[in-house]
């Protein structure tokens, strides 16, 4: 596609319950990042992709949090028994270089909501 | 914690003025980048300077890099209420992309 495509662009779930949220990075680009910002707070470090390996987990917030990357594309990520700090805005990048020497171009974010 | 620090937090001028943010960094780098965004969303990237760079110019915008101060600056010249945004500054380490916690800054028209 022409740009970063995140899927859903919102979500409402309950404590508890899985959700999986959807990262589209746009065709070519090797290098795929995942991020978590709070309401009015910067950029949360998650995990990050170079092909469909992830040489840097360090982000994760705890082992209820997965993401898995195949085919060097879709990127999906996993919160288990979501709880209420889980609420957030997720954000996605992808990147042409790996070093990130070049610009990453960001999808619009999943607002995710756990009531 | 994170790579880059952005200083001020939040600026508010009027339109017309100039703006300047800082960004602060603790260890070496390769490149800085600065970045925009509005209302919450998705990033824009705004300009990439390298470490072996001092300033870099793109429209109104000019980026300087003080490697022996880790330090970063983007100043935004005749501001307008468009400008009006977060940004953020971000370096990469280990392949890593790490942002600040972003300046907040509004123009008043």
């Known amino acids: 596609g022409a740009g970063v495509s995140q899927s859903p662009s919102n979500k409402v779930t309950e404590k508890g319950k899985d959700v999986e949220l959807r990262c589209d990075p746009i065709?070519?680009?090797?290098?795929l990042y995942w991020y978590r910002q709070s309401l009015g707070q910067g950029l949360e470090f998650l995990i990050y992709?170079?092909?469909?390996?992830?040489?840097?987990k360090s982000g994760l917030p705890s082992d209820r949090f997965s993401a898995e990357r195949t085919g060097g594309s879709v990127s999906t990520l996993t919160i288990q028994r979501t709880q209420q700090e889980d609420s957030a805005v997720y954000l996605c990048?992808?990147?042409?270089?790996?070093?990130?020497?070049?610009?990453?171009?960001f999808g619009q974010g999943t607002r995710l909501t756990v009531v | 914690s994170q790579q880059g620090e952005e200083d001020p937090q939040a600026l508010s001028i009027q339109e017309g003025e100039n703006a300047t943010m800082n960004c602060s960094y603790k260890?070496?780098?390769?490149?800085l980048q600065w970045y925009r965004q509005n209302s919450g969303r998705g990033l824009v990237h705004l300009i990439l300077?390298?470490?072996?760079?001092r300033e870099k110019h793109s429209g109104r915008l000019r980026v300087t890099l003080d490697t022996s101060k880790k330090s970063s600056s983007l100043l935004i010249t005749a501001s307008r209420a468009a400008d009006t945004a977060s940004y953020f500054c971000?370096?990469?380490?280990?392949?890593?992309?790490?942002f600040g916690q972003g300046t907040e800054l509004s123009v008043k028209p």
């Open positions: 260890t070496s780098i390769n490149n």
């Open positions: 065709s070519g680009h090797t290098a």
């Open positions: 990048a992808s990147s042409s270089h790996g070093q990130g020497v070049r610009e990453a171009f």
């Open positions: 971000a370096t990469t380490q280990g392949g890593k992309l790490i």
């Open positions: 300077i390298r470490s072996n760079e």
């Open positions: 992709f170079q092909g469909n390996s992830a040489p840097d």
